[in-house]
């Protein structure tokens, strides 16, 4: 059995935080507003596997008023949604994200996110889509408020149903 699944976050820019998207911590003036890191990437993701596998979403699974992931790494969630994918007895086949924001640029960052979330899901790094764009100035988005990402997870039952 295959499966797909949909995720999507975005956090607002706070000044005084560290940005990090895709476990990359990126050189910038301002970082994005959350009880963990606010890694908007890795919550796309986590959501889009959990989603797959249908065992809900990030916030059930880390709860943003839970003490235990204040200014957590979202690296840890991402492991652990790796955890709970292989305890369903399913492996993840690939994936495709898409960050979405003004600026910084991000796209010399690119390899290293994908990287870092390749290794976490025990990937090749060929299965493991990562794509920044603008919001071409429309909207909060547009006007660097703050930082979307979207992504889209494949996979698939190792039981061979």
Do not use: W
């Not at 911590?25 to 796309?44: F, K």
């Not at 797959?52 to 204040?70: K, S, T, V, Y």
């Not at 994908?114 to 899901?121: D, P």
């Not at 764009?133 to 061979?160: D, F, K, M, N, P």
Request: proline share 4%; charged share 20%.
């Amino acid at each position: 059995m295959t499966r797909i699944g949909f995720g999507y976050d975005v956090h607002a820019f706070s000044p005084g935080r560290a940005l990090v998207l895709g476990g990359v911590e990126i050189p910038a003036e301002r970082g994005l507003l959350g009880h963990s890191d606010a890694d908007v990437l890795l919550h796309a993701i986590c959501d889009a596997l959990l989603g797959a596998a249908a065992l809900g979403d990030i916030g059930r699974h880390f709860p943003d008023n839970a003490p235990q992931f204040r200014d957590a790494p979202s690296t840890e969630f991402l492991k652990e949604v790796a955890r709970l994918i292989k305890a369903h007895d399913y492996a993840v086949v690939n994936l495709d994200a898409t960050v979405v924001l003004e600026a910084p640029r991000i796209a010399a960052y690119v390899p290293h996110m994908t990287e870092t979330i390749a290794g976490i899901l025990d990937l090749d790094t060929g299965l493991v889509s990562v794509k920044a764009t603008t919001h071409e100035g429309l909207g909060s988005l547009g006007r660097g408020e703050g930082c979307a990402a979207y992504a889209v997870a494949l996979i698939q039952s190792v039981r061979g149903q």
